[in-house]
């Protein structure tokens, strides 16, 4: 079964599209999948039905500025002007309406790269209402933020945040690719592979080679910002169990010391959290032919772990 829903952003200028994907079996429990910065959630498609043979409710939506939603309300890359929590209250929004359908059941979170610092800012607000969570392709300290944050606040201010500034993007996330050898697309830190490379790149759906506003880029770093230290990891429930995975080679994770970073500050504040690094792999893990089975069976064990 498959419902499709739609709902009022925080931003309160979106409607938010999302679907319910239903197994045709009793469901185990219920898994919300977030997906990244640039793309959408049917590029989870194959861990989406590996979830629903496992036996789970799959949540998922498209964010603001992001692949249906932003085709049906004609606005690219930008993400509103209510700030850096806008995402993470849309998905707390589809969580109810999917408790409202199907209650009582356990509930998981997945996230992906910045669906990673969404699920984060999540668990520090809402933490208590759910039975696990896995961050996937997350960052530490991500280099340069603060320094292009300030830079960013000065072309805000002086009028220019619905504009997008090429630069700006530049310099947050020009050096990513530092590993990968000859460039030619210039997002080949997502994955080996040429083929998801391209796929990615040629997506009508995915608005990472569109351009984003300035001010949706500082909310951007603005999420990333309140997800760092043990000033946050604090105001997560020490009894969330979390699953914390990468590949060594992403740079968003800076190469996975990022990554255990992340969950070093977890465990200095009295969590429970498991790490698994994947060597050799770059950001998406679940886009590799030789690894994704591997990926999505260790999310299902963790979640299975902790219904």
């Given amino acids: 079964m498959l419902h499709e829903v739609s709902f009022t952003s925080y931003n309160e200028r979106d409607q938010v599209q999302g679907w319910i994907y239903v197994p045709a079996c009793k469901p185990n429990g219920i898994v919300q999948l977030i997906h990244g910065f640039g793309e959408h959630s049917r590029r989870y498609i194959h861990m989406i039905s590996a979830f629903l043979d496992a036996g789970y409710i799959v949540a998922a939506d498209d964010h603001v500025g992001h692949g249906k ?38 509930y998981f979170l997945f996230g992906h790269s910045m669906g990673s610092f969404i699920t984060r800012d999540f668990i520090a607000k809402y933490g208590n209402e759910l039975n696990g969570a896995t961050i996937c392709g997350t960052t ?3 280099r340069g933020a603060k320094e292009v944050k300030e830079k960013l606040k000065e072309i805000i201010d002086a009028g220019h945040g619905e504009e997008s500034d090429p630069n700006i993007v530049s310099s947050l996330m020009g050096w990513m690719c530092e590993r990968c050898g000859e460039i030619s697309i210039g997002n080949e830190w997502i994955c080996h592979d040429p083929y998801v490379q391209s ?31 043990t000033q946050w ?32 500050w977890l465990v200095e504040t009295g969590h429970h959290v498991t790490t698994k690094l994947y ?4 950001h998406e893990i679940h ?3 030789e690894i994704k089975n591997e990926v999505e069976a260790g999310i299902i064990e963790f979640m299975n772990s902790n219904l």
């Fill in 69 to 106: 939603t932003a085709m049906v309300n004609n606005v690219w890359g930008d993400w509103g002007d209510k700030g850096c929590h806008t995402m993470m209250e849309d998905e707390h929004t589809l969580k109810k309406i999917v408790c409202e359908k199907y209650p009582n059941l356990p």
């Fill in 140 to 142: 530490g300290i991500f």
């Fill in 199 to 229: 796929d990615h790149a040629q997506d009508p759906f995915d608005a990472f080679t569109r351009p984003t506003s300035n001010r949706s880029i500082y909310d951007f770093i603005q999420m990333m910002l309140v997800i760092e230290g």
């Fill in 233 to 264: 990891a604090k105001k997560v429930p020490t009894k969330l169990p979390i699953y914390n995975i990468a590949g060594d080679q992403d740079p968003v994770g800076e190469y996975g010391l990022g990554v255990c970073q992340v969950s070093n």
């Fill in 279 to 282: 060597s050799g792999y770059r």
């Fill in 287 to 289: 886009n590799y032919a």
